[in-house]
């Protein structure tokens, strides 16, 4: 299984953006449940959690600060994880990763079996 992250971009404070995760070989029947989400590194600061979703559940979680400017979305006929950032700002600024675990919480604590490369997001004011 790989995760391959795309859409970052320069982008102008107060519109939104949406970067996609693809998730590439697993197979569509298998009963494996796990999450996917997205994480943020800001200059200066460590990796954070922003969202995640089930893969099978299509639950979703969010960093509570976070949960009305993020919305993570699932498409599973492209097998692709979405992240929609509303109201860009400046702390917005980062290299997003999509990674995998079992939990969101492991997600939380960065307990990632598997990162995807990140896509850089700045915004420009």
């Known amino acids: 299984v790989q995760l391959q992250a795309s859409g970052g971009g320069v982008v102008q404070a107060g519109d939104s953006t949406r970067l996609s995760c693809l998730v590439s070989?697993?197979?569509?029947?298998?009963?494996?449940?796990?999450?996917i989400g997205w994480l943020r590194q800001s200059p200066g600061r460590e990796r954070e959690f922003l969202a995640g979703?089930?893969?099978?559940?299509?639950?979703?979680y969010y960093r509570d600060p976070l949960k009305d400017h993020v919305t993570i979305s699932k498409d599973s006929a492209k097998n692709t994880v979405y992240l929609q950032i509303h109201n860009l700002g400046p702390a917005d600024t980062g290299v997003y990763y999509c990674?995998?675990?079992?939990?969101?919480?492991?997600?939380?604590?960065?307990?990632?079996?598997?990162w995807g490369q990140g896509t850089l997001v700045t915004v420009s004011s």
């Open positions: 990674a995998r675990a079992k939990t969101a919480l492991q997600l939380l604590r960065r307990e990632v079996d598997l």
């Open positions: 070989g697993h197979t569509s029947d298998s009963d494996e449940e796990y999450t």
């Open positions: 979703i089930r893969w099978r559940a299509n639950t979703t």
